[in-house]
């Protein structure tokens, strides 16, 4: 199994579990996510709790709960949303610490690509969420999220030559 840490921060923050499609020139990886129920679930071993002298409150006092797959999995931390000012300072400081951790043709095609990626993210900034890492690092990458028109589930957004590959 391959995990995918932030360079910035090694968090974990994506899998291999969980494919992904590359776009801007492969600066942008994009992951589906899915909605799961987690918690509370309803066993029938076909038995009559009503005829064996048991009441409804009887049992186990679970709450099932609606969750995000990659959220869960990584235990993602939403972040309050940016404008569009703190968008671009915030863009501008991670092209600057990641650049600093790219080397070779990593670099060349990062910084090469990574405007237009910048761009098509701000295109989408009132409808994005923001989630960092566990550990919330400053500096930390941010995974973008966005509902496709018509979508029940989110979709996720990376910075691919943010994530750093680590084998399991």
Same mark, same amino acid.
């Given at each position: 199994?391959?995990? +995918?840490? /932030?360079?910035?921060?090694?968090?974990?923050?994506?899998?291999? %579990?969980?494919? +992904?499609?590359?776009?801007?020139?492969?600066?942008?990886?994009?992951?589906?996510?899915?909605?799961?129920?987690?918690? !509370?679930?309803?066993?029938?071993?076909? !038995?009559?709790?009503? $005829?064996?002298?048991?009441?409804?409150?009887?049992?186990?006092?679970?709450?099932?709960?609606?969750?995000? /797959?990659?959220?869960?999995?990584?235990?993602?931390?939403?972040?309050? !949303?940016? /404008?569009?000012?703190?968008?671009?300072?915030?863009?501008?400081?991670?092209?600057?610490?990641?650049?600093?951790?790219?080397?070779?043709? &990593?670099? &060349?095609?990062?910084?090469?690509?990574?405007?237009? $990626?910048?761009? +098509?993210?701000? %295109?989408?900034?009132? /409808?994005?969420?923001?989630?960092?890492?566990?550990?919330?690092?400053? &500096?930390?990458?941010?995974?973008?999220?966005? +509902?496709?028109?018509?979508? $029940? &589930?989110?979709?996720?957004?990376?910075? !691919?030559?943010?994530?750093?590959?680590?084998?399991?």
């Amino acid at each position: 199994m391959l995990v +995918y840490q /932030d360079k910035l921060s090694g968090d974990e923050l994506l899998s291999d %579990s969980f494919p +992904y499609r590359e776009l801007e020139n492969g600066v942008l990886w994009e992951v589906d996510g899915h909605w799961v129920v987690q918690g !509370a679930v309803d066993v029938d071993i076909g !038995a009559n709790p009503s $005829a064996e002298g048991g009441g409804d409150d009887e049992g186990v006092d679970d709450q099932a709960v609606k969750v995000v /797959d990659i959220v869960d999995t990584f235990r993602l931390q939403e972040q309050p !949303a940016f /404008d569009k000012k703190q968008f671009i300072s915030h863009m501008k400081r991670y092209i600057k610490n990641l650049s600093a951790k790219l080397e070779g043709d &990593d670099l &060349d095609v990062f910084k090469k690509n990574v405007e237009s $990626a910048t761009k +098509y993210l701000l %295109s989408k900034l009132k /409808d994005l969420q923001f989630f960092v890492g566990e550990s919330m690092h400053d &500096d930390g990458g941010v995974v973008f999220a966005y +509902y496709k028109e018509g979508a $029940a &589930d989110p979709t996720f957004l990376y910075f !691919a030559h943010g994530l750093k590959e680590v084998k399991c």
